[in-house]
């Protein structure tokens, strides 16, 4: 099993992410890490019509993710993964499982926040979560798309707060 790419999107599979990514990649799976989505049927079949075909797509809770992540489930697999959000991520990582890099690619704070990037706008408590998983070792990256240079994202935040 290797993870080719952990990327928070808050739309989580779409055009961008299964086409552009998926492709770029070489995916074979994109595993959309999400409790809400987990149990929800509607929101599985919106997402299983937005993946491309020659890609397999499971959608787990998070703590599923971690026995899966930790067997490894899918030894064969270039696995991309695909979260909604830093919440997510720190449920995660509370359970054992650390992600060595991680790209925020569309996040966007609905009440405000503080733009980092074209996509990416943070709460306050995003950015103490950010933080605090990066003193614990997630490197943050952002890349919206495969062809742009990846950026530093705690360089960024640190500018802007």
Known sequence: ??????????????????????????????IV???????????QVALKMACPKSVK??????DR????????AYPDDR????MKGIKTLN?????????????????????????IRRSVRLSDEQIALILDLHEKGI?????LVPSEDKVNLIDLIKEKV
């Not at 080719?4 to 994109?30: F, G, K, P, Y």
């Not at 490197?139 to 890349?143: C, E, I, L």
Request: a negative charge; proline letters at 2%; glycine letters at 6%.
């Open 79 to 82: 696995i991309f993964i695909v």
């Open 1 to 30: 099993m290797e993870i080719v790419n952990v990327r928070i999107d808050e739309r989580l599979v779409h055009a961008q992410v299964a086409a552009v990514w998926a492709s770029a990649l070489n995916a074979t799976r994109i």
């Open 139 to 143: 490197k943050f990256v952002s890349q």
């Open 65 to 72: 993710a971690v026995e899966k992540l930790k067997e490894p």
């Open 91 to 115: 449920k995660i990582t509370k359970m054992g499982y650390i992600f060595p890099e991680v790209n925020i690619g569309n996040l966007n704070d609905k009440e405000g926040g503080i733009q």
């Open 33 to 43: 890490i999400d409790d809400g989505a987990a149990q929800d049927e509607v929101q």
């Open 57 to 62: 797509l499971t959608i787990l809770a998070a």
